[in-house]
């Protein structure tokens, strides 16, 4: 089964319940004010009309937030091409996403809680989960750490409590089936 890009925030521990290095989340950037061109309370007309300029990846994100109060910031460079989005849930959670492009059609999306505080990263190729998933707990601790390629999670995923103890480990073949899981002891 493939994972949608979007569906992996609220689906990664369904996912791989029971199942991230024990390292301490990464510094996460300076929150930036909205540019002049943001959008406050962006709309489903909005998302219609930007869409020829974004990523394709970031619609299913651009729909969630619609209509919400929500803040979107897209920052282009001098031909127009796209450099950066920056969407700001603009609920009580405080959830801001942001989304880089990489090289070729591949994105980083990291989101953040609160003031600046990483709960997610990952990558996006084509819409799909592609490379390093790492989730982290309120503490900063890595939560839950996995690999994907084509929108399967493959090889080790790990999930770790909030002091780093390693919780679980389930093993992906490259059909993204679990094929071992495995508890701690």
């Known amino acids: 089964m493939k994972i949608p890009r979007f569906a992996?925030?609220?689906?990664?521990?369904?996912?791989?319940?029971?199942?991230?290095s024990t390292s301490s989340e990464p510094a996460a950037p300076a929150e930036a004010a909205p540019s002049a061109n943001a959008i406050r309370n962006y709309s489903e007309k909005d998302v219609a009309r930007?869409?020829?300029?974004?990523?394709?990846?970031?619609?299913?994100?651009?729909?969630?937030?619609?209509?919400?109060?929500a803040v979107l910031?897209?920052?282009?460079d001098d031909k127009g091409a796209f450099r950066r989005a920056e969407i700001t849930s603009g609920n009580?959670?405080?959830?801001r996403i942001v989304v880089t492009p990489e090289e070729g059609n591949r994105f980083r999306w990291?989101?953040?809680?609160?003031?600046?505080?990483?709960v997610e990263q990952h990558f996006d190729q084509g819409g799909l989960l592609d490379g390093e998933f790492v989730s982290y707990h309120p503490n900063g601790i890595v939560k839950l750490?996995?690999?994907a390629r084509d929108g399967k999670f493959f090889g080790p995923a790990r999930n770790y409590d909030s002091d780093g103890k390693l919780l679980?480990?389930?093993i992906y073949g490259d059909d993204g089936k679990a094929i071992k899981k495995d508890a701690a002891q």
């Open 8 to 20: 992996i925030s609220t689906a990664a521990a369904a996912l791989l319940a029971g199942c991230c």
């Open 50 to 69: 930007f869409k020829e300029n974004l990523p394709r990846c970031l619609e299913p994100a651009l729909r969630q937030f619609a209509g919400k109060g």
């Open 73 to 76: 910031d897209v920052e282009s």
């Open 92 to 95: 009580a959670a405080d959830e």
């Open 110 to 118: 990291t989101t953040f809680h609160g003031k600046n505080r990483v």
């Open 145 to 147: 750490r996995a690999t």
């Open 168 to 170: 679980s480990e389930v």
